[in-house]
C-alpha cells in the first residue's frame, strides 16, 4: 500500500483556517478554489476577502482567530514544526520550553508570513518585531498575532500569555508579555 504523507503549505493552511472560521463568504468557497498564484498574493486575497465583509474591529478579531487555526492546522501536518512535537522538547520544564519556543518563532513566523522578525526580550514582555518595509495589509498583524497566541499556549503547556498588536504598518510588534495571565 503506498501512502504519502501530504503536507500543507502555509498558503493552504490559510485557506483551510479562513474557511473553517468563516465558511463561505459572499458564495466564494475557498478551498475548492485552486490557486496558482504565491502564497503571499493568496494570503492577501483572503484578507481583502476579510476587510471587505467586516467593519475593522470585527475584521481584526476574526483574523487573530484565522491565525490561531493555522497554527493548529501546521502543527497537525508537523509542517516545519518538529522541534516542537518531539518527546524531548515536550517533557521540558515549562519556561525552558517556552525560552526554545521562542527561539523557534522567528524562523517560523517568517516562513510562515514572509515576514522578517525579530524577538527582542524586555523586561515585562517579549516584542516580535518585524521589519517589513512594504505595507501589504492591515490585518496580517493580527494574523500573525493569532498565530503567535496559539504558538506560546502550545509550547506553554496550555498557559495563556496576554498577546496584543502594537503599532501599524510598516513595522508593527506583536508583544507577549511575561507572566501567564492565570497566575
Not at 91 to 118: C, H, S
Not at 137 to 160: C, D, M, R, T
Request: charged share 15%.
Amino acid at each position: 500500500m503506498n501512502t504519502t504523507h501530504h503536507r500543507l503549505s502555509p498558503g493552504s493552511a490559510f485557506t483551510t483556517a479562513f474557511t473553517e472560521v468563516l465558511g463561505e463568504i459572499d458564495g466564494y468557497v475557498i478551498k475548492n478554489q485552486l490557486v496558482a498564484e504565491s502564497d503571499s498574493d493568496h494570503l492577501m486575497e483572503l484578507c481583502s476577502r476579510l476587510a471587505a465583509h467586516y467593519n475593522p474591529a470585527c475584521a481584526c478579531g476574526l483574523a487573530q482567530q484565522i491565525g490561531c487555526s493555522v497554527f493548529t492546522h501546521l502543527l497537525r501536518e508537523n509542517n516545519g514544526l518538529t522541534g516542537l512535537t518531539g518527546q524531548s522538547y515536550r517533557l521540558m520544564p515549562g519556561r525552558l520550553r517556552l525560552m526554545r519556543g521562542f527561539n523557534q518563532l522567528e524562523t517560523l513566523i517568517e516562513d510562515v508570513f514572509e515576514i522578517p522578525v525579530a524577538v527582542v526580550d524586555a523586561a515585562d514582555a517579549i516584542q516580535l518585531k518585524t521589519s517589513d518595509g512594504s505595507a501589504r495589509h492591515n490585518l496580517i498583524p493580527h494574523l500573525e498575532a493569532g498565530f503567535i497566541q496559539e504558538f506560546i499556549h502550545w509550547v506553554s503547556g496550555g498557559k495563556f500569555y496576554q498577546v496584543m498588536v502594537s503599532g501599524g504598518q510598516p513595522g508593527w510588534s506583536v508583544v507577549v508579555g511575561k507572566q501567564p495571565l492565570d497566575s
